[in-house]
């Protein structure tokens, strides 16, 4: 592939004027956003602000009605199995016959190709990505039997068993303990570290300052984007949550330095 | 066993049986996919809507050549499976009203079409009447042939696309940003579960076939946490209840074959839900009972070391009535014994009362620290 088939390469992800509708009025209208690489990026907003819905179209889960989507200057088609996914937690059935190892290796299920089983090497790696989350000593254990932290670090352990140098997380700190939010949020500072970026649908604005260094509000549209020390702002903060911010003004990480 | 033998040694017995088991087999083991995906219903939908199918097809070959009625069948299956996807996706309907609507009007239209093919008689036309209960007896060696073709061809499918379609099943979302061809697979399994719904037709008949893809399935994630276990239990289970239903139904005059297949399946569920290890509902009721249990006896042993306390003794003998008095209710003797079985407490006499009386044990005065402390306890434990 020659580099003239590239569209903005410098960025980890490069969103243009997309917009999204379910037939009603827009879900995200004229979405413009550049991501660097090596960041980890909070996406914030309210509830129906378009959050799952932008991480969806990016990975071509929805169908935009106009806009395209760039990873490191290429379309999401030619950049298959290299974007870690985390989707939501709630959204699978957890009762499906599978053990947490199970789960784990269907990240490699693209590089395997057709027709082959994972293998003694699949099961390796599997057992390093549960270890790197925590959980090796759940590999074969019933998915349903985890708890819901659990549950959710096997899913980023499936991520990250692809070894993609973007990972894109919806919700991962939602409903799981304190512990284990903990543990989750090293291991995404340590791969960011490492070079990968990082990109959280994040619903808890008490941390954004402290988990994040990069920061996209969103409220249908963007409202604003950036560094989280300059974008996270009273101004923005009511731009994006409208009247809700009372509540979010309270929050006590503004006292953090 | 002669009767057994008896049965065997007739040609139309032999082949029903194969049949059954064959057909049962194949919605088993597709059947695992269908109730994993929650398209149960979608099966249903499918058997039902084939009824206009089988008619057509009866009628453009002017007979009952049993090619282009399951030809017609897969058609009118496909047609409904279209008309579903189209009114969840235009319209504000959801899944199970779309599926509601789809099958009760193609169930209607097919047997409105099942009285024209009546009226016009010809010879056979009283025959279709049977794909809607199906009728077993009915079937041919050379069935046999069709239904062994497409079960090999539906097992190949699985084995050569297994991680593929677990993955599917499972979690689609994620399939598709990995890259994977989600709707071709999802289009496939489908299609097999229609494929398996048309040769289960003259067997089964359109209105019970969709037991056949979920009871085998239900029952069979009961015993096994696996996709591959289940969805080989599944299958057996299926091919079982098949072969069971046909010799019930050989031996017994006037029993039809694809109804009695259906309720031993059912059977089959029954038992697992009620007795599967860890997931059985009586297995349920047997852990909680044994929790209440350790608890009631927690609380007999927790009161005894504290009466044990208060009197700096602690081989203090309790009378039962005062450990009543402090449980609010008496300890059952059963309770009692338990615990004297698991050698936390023995029975001692206390002169000159002539009650019965107990005392804790060394083990006993540790398992009520051990309760009582319930955290010092985890970390003791491995």
């Known amino acids: 592939m020659d580099d003239h088939s590239l569209h903005e390469p410098g960025h980890a992800l490069h969103v243009e004027d997309l917009t999204v509708s379910y037939g009603g009025g827009p879900v995200l209208w004229d979405i413009d956003l550049d991501i660097p690489p090596g960041v980890m990026c909070a996406i914030v907003g309210p509830n129906g602000a378009g959050k799952s819905t932008l991480i969806k179209a990016a990975l071509g889960l929805v169908r935009p009605v106009a806009g395209h989507v760039r990873f490191f200057g290429r379309p999401v088609t030619r950049m298959r199995g290299r974007i870690g996914y985390v989707p939501q937690r709630h959204s699978v059935d957890w009762d499906f016959p599978a053990s947490a190892r199970d789960v784990v290796e269907m990240g490699l299920y693209r590089s395997l190709g057709w027709f082959r089983r994972p293998g003694a090497a699949a099961r390796a790696r599997a057992l390093a990505a549960l270890a790197e989350v925590g959980m090796q000593d759940y590999a074969d254990r019933q998915i349903a039997q985890l708890s819901g932290g659990q549950q959710q670090r096997v899913f980023i352990a499936r991520a990250l068993v692809q070894d993609a140098p973007i990972l894109i997380l919806d919700e991962p700190m939602a409903g799981v303990d304190a512990a284990t939010e903990e543990v989750i949020v090293a291991l995404l500072k340590r791969l960011r570290d490492a070079g990968r970026t990082v990109i959280v649908v994040h619903h808890d604005l008490t941390t954004v300052r402290s988990y994040f260094d990069w920061l996209v509000m969103l409220n249908v549209r963007i409202v604003a984007q950036g560094p989280v020390a300059r974008v996270y702002t009273p101004e923005n903060l009511r731009a994006t949550y409208g009247r809700q911010l009372a509540m979010i003004a309270a929050a006590p990480d503004d006292a953090l330095p | ?382």
């Open chain 2, 1 to 382: 066993m002669s009767v057994l033998a008896d049965l065997l040694a007739s040609h139309i017995v032999r082949t029903v049986l194969a049949g059954a088991a064959l057909l049962g087999a194949i919605a088993g083991m597709l059947g695992a996919f269908a109730v994993l995906r929650r398209q149960s219903l979608l099966g249903d939908a499918l058997a039902h809507a084939a009824l206009p199918g089988v008619c057509l097809g009866f009628l453009i070959a002017g007979g009952r050549d049993l090619g282009s009625i399951l030809a017609g069948a897969f058609l009118a299956g496909a047609l409904a499976a279209l008309a579903m996807m189209l009114i969840t996706s235009r319209t504000r309907l959801k899944t199970d009203a779309a599926l509601g609507i789809v099958l009760s009007v193609f169930f209607a239209a097919g047997v409105v079409l099942l009285t024209v093919a009546q009226a016009r008689g010809g010879a056979g036309s009283l025959g279709l009447a049977t794909f809607l209960f199906g009728q077993a007896a009915a079937i041919l060696r050379s069935d046999l042939w069709i239904m062994g073709g497409i079960g090999l061809a539906a097992l190949a499918l699985v084995l050569a696309f297994w991680k593929e379609f677990k993955l599917v099943s499972f979690d689609p979302d994620y399939a598709r940003a990995l890259g994977l061809p989600v709707a071709l697979l999802e289009a496939t399994l489908t299609v097999m579960v229609a494929m398996a719904i048309v040769v289960g037709l003259q067997l089964v008949g359109v209105v019970l076939m969709v037991a056949l893809l979920i009871a085998p399935a239900a029952a069979a994630r009961q015993w096994t946490a696996s996709l591959g276990g289940m969805v080989v239990l599944s299958a057996a289970i299926g091919a079982a209840s098949g072969a069971a239903g046909a010799l019930v139904s050989a031996s017994t005059r006037g029993l039809a074959t694809g109804p009695l297949v259906v309720l031993i399946a059912t059977a089959a569920v029954l038992v697992s839900l009620m007795v599967a290890p860890g997931r059985g509902l009586l297995w349920q009721a047997l852990a909680a009972r044994r929790a209440r249990a350790r608890i009631g006896e927690g609380r007999v042993l927790a009161a005894m070391q504290g009466l044990a306390r208060a009197h700096g003794d602690t081989g203090y003998a309790t009378e039962g009535g005062m450990l009543a008095t402090a449980l609010g209710g008496a300890p059952t003797p059963a309770r009692l014994a338990a615990l004297e079985r698991r050698g936390l407490i023995r029975a001692v006499v206390h002169p000159p009362e002539t009650t019965p009386h107990w005392e804790l044990t060394a083990a006993g005065h540790a398992e009520a620290a051990a309760l009582a402390d319930p955290a010092g306890r985890a970390e003791r434990s491995p």
